[in-house]
């Protein structure tokens, strides 16, 4: 699976983004999506995950309420609506896919190069 991040970019506080994440290939569906960021001297963190079918999903606690998780098998898509921006969510935003159900970074098995969010006024 190839993946391939959009939608980043400067967005006022308070702010909404939603960020894209592209998928070639047949087995899509097959995979578990996740949402990483990372910002320069901090480690990768779990955004948001949804299942395979789109059934379930999960989020960082502390995102939970602001961020929403979606896809789309038929186009291969795996979304993420980002509202209520804070300057703190400023990070390069990444798509990964596993063959399981997890917030581990190192359990997924595709990524998408990132596509920056920056939140500032």
């Known amino acids: 699976v190839q993946l391939q991040a959009s939608g980043g970019g400067l967005v006022q506080p308070g702010g909404s983004l939603r960020l894209s994440c592209a998928a070639s290939?047949?087995?899509?569906?097959?995979?578990?999506m996740g949402w990483f960021r990372q910002t320069a001297g901090k480690e990768r963190e779990f955004v948001a995950g949804?299942?395979?079918?789109?059934?379930?999903?999960c989020y960082s606690d502390p995102l939970k309420g602001r961020f929403t998780v979606s896809r789309d098998n038929a186009k291969n898509f795996v979304y993420l609506q980002m509202g209520s921006l804070k300057p703190e969510d400023t990070a390069v935003y990444c798509c990964?896919?596993?063959?399981?159900?997890?917030?581990?970074?190192?359990?997924?098995?595709?990524w998408g190069q990132g596509t920056l969010v920056t939140v500032s006024s």
């Open positions: 949804i299942s395979r079918s789109g059934g379930t999903t």
């Open positions: 290939g047949r087995t899509f569906s097959s995979y578990s």
């Open positions: 990964a896919a596993s063959a399981l159900r997890t917030v581990t970074a190192s359990a997924y098995d595709y």
